[in-house]
């Protein structure tokens, strides 16, 4: 005998009750709209770093080290913790060099080291000496990918002939903008981008769910930027 099933009636509601509640849904979402255009329109102010300033460094890393990716880097870091003497109440930066993670996304892969992130701006070296192809992303924040060693090759649908990208050179990649790219033949750069960097995260792990399951990296990558995060937040750097 099927029991007989129980009423319903207390979820049941008038058209009154369900319109007040769409109303109160959709005025909830509107604020959450203007709450995101206002702070998207205030995140210039927690910018620490000037895309100029990281421009002329990778130049002169560039200029001091040739092909030479770890003298580069010591080169990076020493100008950047004189720039900005750690531990420091502005920018708090992670001068460990040998922490270096897998990064797999948008089908390329290569390994990164994360100098800065923090909620507006990260600041990572990323590359690898085998070569690597993928999509870019579609990203809410500016990307200057500074070209240390190597060539970086890109196109977007339209072109049909690619940039090309050497060392000392910045692709500038504006946010909402996407394009297939790859590092020919081994390479590394210095990347910097200012924007929503939590939005940016979806797509750097999204392969780790599905393509490599790499737990380990996932764990490594989620530790460091989630410390790195919480130290600038420690000092209101946003
Ligand atoms: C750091 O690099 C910038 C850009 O190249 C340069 O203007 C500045 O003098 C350097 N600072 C130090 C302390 O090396
Ligand atoms: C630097 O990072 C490496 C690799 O994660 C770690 O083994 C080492 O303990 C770190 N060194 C410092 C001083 O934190």
Redesign the pocket.
């Known amino acids: 005998m099927a029991k007989s099933r129980p009423t319903t009636q207390a979820s049941k509601s008038s058209p009154a009750t369900c319109f007040r509640k769409w109303m109160l849904r959709a005025a909830l979402f509107g604020i959450l709209c203007v709450t995101c255009g206002w702070l998207d329109t205030i995140k210039e102010q927690w910018y620490v770093f000037d895309p100029p300033?990281l421009h002329?460094?990778a130049?002169?890393a560039v200029v001091a080290f040739p092909n030479n990716p770890e003298g580069m880097i010591q080169h990076i870091l020493?100008?950047?913790t004189?720039?900005y003497p750690q531990p420091s109440n502005t920018i708090s930066l992670n001068t460990n060099s040998t922490e270096w993670v897998f990064n797999n996304a948008g089908g390329a892969m290569g390994a990164m080291y994360i100098i800065h992130a923090s909620i507006t701006e990260y600041l990572i070296i990323f590359g690898t000496p085998l070569g690597t192809e993928g999509h870019t992303g579609l990203h809410t924040a500016d990307d200057y990918f500074h070209i240390l060693v190597g060539e970086q090759w890109a196109f977007r649908p339209g072109a049909l002939e690619m940039e090309r990208y050497k060392p000392g050179d910045v692709h500038f990649l504006p946010r909402g903008t996407a394009k297939q790219y790859k590092m020919h033949e081994g390479c590394f750069a210095m990347e910097y981008a200012r924007g929503w960097i939590p939005l940016m995260m979806p797509f750097g792990l999204a392969d780790t769910f599905t393509s490599t399951l790499d737990v380990p990296t996932l764990y490594h990558t989620v530790r460091i930027t989630a410390r790195e995060m919480i130290k600038n937040i420690l000092i209101g750097k946003i």
Request: no cysteine; glycine share 0%; hydrophobic share 30%.
């Open positions: 300033f002329e460094l130049q002169e020493t100008n950047l004189t720039t």
